[in-house]
Structure formats: C-alpha cells, structure tokens
C-alpha cells in the first residue's frame, strides 16, 4: 500500500464548540490523563525512567539539570519542573530525586504540584533505601495511582478550557503564507469561544514589536514586548554576537524574506487577529483571562515548547515550514506544514497537511481542518509522534552558568 | 502557463510566486483562493520570491500581510522583482548594522 499523509483530521461543517477531557480540582482540564514521573534532578533520571518503563500510561520527564545550578537559574529549573506537574495533563504526579537538591528538593516541588489538589508523592532516593528500593516504591504508589486514574471518564468542555500552545520552526517562505495563516485562524476562533493561546518565540518577533503592540489590551504589556525583544538583544550580545546584524539570515533572504519585518510578521500569523492579555517570562503559568498570552522564550524549539507546556497548555500547534519530529512528551504536539515537499519528506510526523492553500484553498478551509485537529487531539486522539514515542522536547532553558 | 503569485491582503503592493519565474514570463494573481488577472514579470524571479502588483514610489512602504515589511528605497514598477535591492527595512538593515 503505498504511504498516506491524508490531510489530517476529517472536516466537520459546524465548528466544535467542545472537547472531552478530565476535569481537575482547580478547574483546569487535560487532555491527557497520565502519571507523570518526574526527575528533580539527572541523578534521579535513571529510576524514572525505570519505573516509566514498568507501568503503563506513564510517562517521565528527565534532563540534565537540577544540581550545581545558582540563583535565578536553579530557580527557573524548578519552576519548570513545577509548572509540568501542574499542568492539567498530568493526572498523578511522582517526583523524584537523588539526595538533597538545594534550592530543588522533591518535596518542595511535590508541596507546589499539591496546590492544584491532584495526588503528588515525593520520592528520595537515598531517603528510600537506594536505586532499587526506591524503583519499588514509586512504581507500586505508581500503579495505585494509576488504578484510579484509569478509572476515571472524559468529560464534555468548553473550548474555553483549552490553552492553545502556538510554536512554528524550520521557518521558510511557506510559514507566513501558509501553516501560520491556518494557525491563525484556529487561535482566532479558540479566543472568540473564551479560551486562550499562548504565543512564544522572542526571536521571531524581532521587526513585529509594533503589530504585537498594537494587539495589547493595555500600553504597558506592549511595553514589556518591546523589553523583551530588546533583553534578549543584549543577552546574545554579550555573547559576542549581534542577532540584528544577522537577521534576516542568508538562507531567509535566498528564500525570498527581504527584511526583519517581513520575517517576523509571517511569524506572528500565528497569533490571528486576537487580543494580547499577558506578557509573561519563560515557563510561568498563563493566567484564566481569555485572549491571547505571549511568552518571552528563545527560538530553540524544545525549550521554547517547554515552557509553553509548564504555562500550562494541554494542546499545542507546532507549524513548520521543513517539517519536523518535534513532541513534547506530556504537551500533545500538533505538527503542521504548508510546504508540499516537506508534507512528503516529513509525512511520518506530520499530522496536518495544509499544503492546499497553495492550490488556491481559502485558509479557512485548512484552518477548519487544523481546528478540528486540536479538538480531537484534545480528545484522546494521539499525534503521530506521540504514537512514535517521539518524547524529544523537553528541554529546560538557563539563564546562569553551572558551579 | 502562467505562475501563480500569491496575494495575502487586498492592500498588499507585492505578491509571492509560488514557482520561479522567466524575465518576461506571465505571473496570475490570486487572492483568497480566487484567480485575477496576469501580470508581465520584468525581470526573473526566483522560487517564492515577490512581484510588484501596485506601482511604489521611492519611500513609500511595501505592504504585505496588510503591512509594511519596508520601504521602497527606490521607484519600484508593476512586475518588478522585489527584494533586498529595492527594500529596505524600516527597523534597520541587517547587513548594515
């Protein structure tokens, strides 16, 4: 048989005002309903990935971090690590970690997670007898938790319960006239139902501060984008590197982008023509007011993704003009892409294809199908990189050195 | 057969072709899905690079998406070639700065 990308989900005439998902304590509600197993530190990643691999429908979050990290840095780690055992996705949560982690110890993450009132267990290694005692403890507090999550029913909900995560990568031509516009359109319907989107990416705003302003429901929040653009100038200044001399870049321009601004606004389509509410630091919670957040992250696709995930975004649409593997292992990631040769080199991991706009195809008809997508995704429909086990992009961002 | 350009706003003065083009060889116009009317390139253009649609006058902004991506640094025609050799941005020109 030969190799089907098909164009994704299946275009209904009347936009789904709801989804199905588990209903959580503080009134978020998830798309998914796993255990996650949570690293506090590189030390523990080990025994997470243990007991993940033990019980089913579970799923571990590891990464480099969590020791020898300072001030504003280790701060930020765990912030993240928070923000992923808050997120509604998660519907049990076990951290663990090796001994005692300054600044990032598994009861202090543990005693944050708790406040959302989902069950969450703190699991230290050393406290807990060692590796392999300590394996045996989370995975039998694990599979009691799992007994009664598995136990538990989607619910009908309103799309104002969605927090939509907008991400694009591999940009090129096609993004701004093609993936990005059928975004677009998905947020700007998203918002008009009450719910909320979270758009990111510093990088790609550089040239579009003045569109993302005048979006902004109060001056100030425009302000801070302005900040935002500029800090993140200076940080790569000091590197020893002038990000404004270099943009657009050499494969932009060959690519057709003349100036900043034209990258930048091909970009920003992802946000449609939405309110912007919040303007908010690398992986902080989003608040409830409907409209449209923005999230100071780098360009780096994982790490920007991951803070999307610790905002608290159920659903994310990753819009890629080369196509891409990139999943977020508890966030749902939606990949899109406009570009023909991509939708083939990359129809593996591509869950839409919208490449139909280039036939002439009103962008709502692609952005409907997108839309639908993110419905049924939201639902209990698995991503094809989901599928694939593809848990590529969590990836925590620092702002400090290691000591 | 004439290449497909791509308009995005009603108010853009440039279009995207979707495919390269010839100096001299005909570009279709559409807009949301619908087709117009053809348009002589007076140059080559590459692979999704831009055409003029509406006449530009040096220092007047070229719109795309319904805004402005630059400024015309020089008297641009319908059909010429748009790029960095006769827009420049308004934030600033990367190879200058």
């Not at chain 1, 080990?46 to 019980?55: D, F, I, K, P, Q």
């Not at chain 1, 701060?75 to 519907?91: I, S």
Request: some cysteine.
């Amino acid at each position: 048989m030969a190799r089907r990308n098909g164009r994704g989900a299946s275009s209904s005439k009347r936009l789904r005002k709801t989804w199905w998902g588990y209903p959580r304590e503080n009134g978020d509600v998830g798309a998914r309903n796993y255990l996650l197993l949570l690293s506090g530190t590189l030390y523990a990643n080990s025994t997470c990935e243990r007991v993940a691999r033990t019980l089913r429908h579970s799923v571990a979050l590891t990464h480099p971090l969590g020791r020898c990290q300072i001030g504003p840095d280790i701060q930020r780690t765990f912030e993240t690590l928070v923000g992923h055992g808050q997120n509604a996705n998660a519907g049990a949560v076990i951290v663990i970690d090796h001994h005692r982690e300054e600044g990032c110890t598994a009861d202090e993450i543990a005693h944050e997670i708790a406040k959302t009132g989902k069950r969450v267990e703190a699991i230290n290694i050393r406290e807990d007898g060692g590796a392999i005692d300590a394996t045996a403890k989370a995975t039998r507090i694990g599979m009691e938790m799992l007994r009664e999550l598995t136990n538990e029913r989607r619910q009908e909900v309103s799309v104002s319960k969605l927090l939509l995560g907008l991400n694009c990568g591999t940009s090129d031509t096609t993004s701004g006239l093609s993936h990005n516009k059928a975004t677009g359109w998905v947020t700007d319907q998203v918002v008009k139902l009450g719910g909320r989107a979270l758009l990111a990416e510093t990088t790609e705003m550089m040239g579009g501060e003045d569109v993302l302003a005048a979006k902004c429901v109060r001056p100030a929040l425009g302000k801070r984008i302005w900040k935002m653009v500029e800090e993140m100038e200076e940080r790569i200044l000091a590197c020893g590197v002038d990000l404004r001399g270099s943009q657009p870049t050499g494969d932009n321009m060959e690519g057709g982008l003349t100036t900043i601004e034209e990258k930048s606004l091909g970009a920003i389509q992802k946000a449609g023509s939405a309110p912007i509410v919040d303007v908010i630091p690398w992986a902080k919670r989003a608040n409830r007011r409907s409209g449209l957040h923005v999230m100071d992250t780098p360009g780096h696709g994982g790490e920007s993704i991951t803070g999307i995930a610790a905002g608290g975004s159920q659903v994310l649409i990753f819009s890629t003009g080369g196509g891409h593997t990139i999943n977020h292992p508890l966030m749902s990631t939606i990949r899109i892409t406009g570009n023909p040769l991509s939708a083939r080199l990359q129809a593996d991991t591509t869950d839409v294809d919208v490449t139909d706009i280039f036939e002439g195809a009103p962008i709502e008809v692609a952005g409907r199908r997108v839309y639908d997508e993110v419905i049924e995704v939201a639902s209990g429909k698995m991503t094809k990189a989901e599928i694939l086990h593809e848990d590529n992009a969590f990836a925590i961002n620092r702002n400090g050195p290691s000591v | 057969m004439p290449v497909t350009a791509m308009i995005i706003e009603e108010r853009d003065n440039v279009a995207t072709c979707l495919e390269k083009v010839a100096k001299g060889g005909s570009v279709r116009l559409m807009l949301n899905g619908k087709m117009g009317k053809t348009l002589k390139a007076n140059q080559a253009i590459p692979y999704i690079h831009k055409i003029c649609i509406k006449p530009l006058k040096k220092g007047e902004h070229c719109m795309k998406y319904g805004l402005s991506i630059g400024v015309a640094s020089k008297d641009i025609k319908v059909g010429d070639y748009i790029h960095v050799h006769n827009i420049e941005s308004a934030r600033g020109r990367g190879d200058l700065a």
